[in-house]
């Protein structure tokens, strides 16, 4: 396993684990459990986009931390998987209204939460 392989491996483990944590623990009080996986994936958007902008203006160890912490820790704290199957159950329910307000949401709430996390970070 080569280093970059060993720092995706490192922030991946503590990534998912604290997405099923999270997920679980806001379960109980949302009305669905998609909208627990909605709020974590919006909060990674965030992230990495101040990840990036603060690689980029303080010269974080190039390409390590983004390895560490983007590509591990956040690409395993946000699902693309379960945000599609999720969405794709609803649809299956018939519940088209809120399929929407997630597909929709999902995206154009990811694009906003990248942007202010880029905008925060300075770039």
């Known amino acids: 396993m080569d280093n970059g392989a060993l720092f995706v491996a490192i922030g991946a483990v503590p990534g998912a684990w604290l997405r099923f944590r999270v997920v679980n623990h806001f379960e109980p009080m949302l009305p669905r ?3 627990g996986t909605f709020g974590v994936n919006l909060i990674a958007c965030f992230a990495i986009g101040l990840l990036v902008s603060l ?3 303080c010269g974080l160890a190039a390409g390590r931390a983004l390895l560490l912490l983007g590509t591990g820790f ?3 704290f946000s699902t693309f ?3 599609i199957a ?3 159950a609803t649809l299956h329910q018939r519940q088209r209204r809120e ?3 997630l597909c929709g949401g999902s995206v154009l709430g990811g694009l906003l939460a990248v942007s202010a996390g880029l905008a925060i970070g300075g770039s």
């Open 99 to 101: 399929a929407v307000l």
């Open 81 to 83: 998987s379960t945000w």
């Open 33 to 35: 459990k998609h909208w």
């Open 55 to 57: 690689e980029a203006s």
């Open 86 to 88: 999720e969405l794709h």
């Open 74 to 76: 956040l690409g395993s």
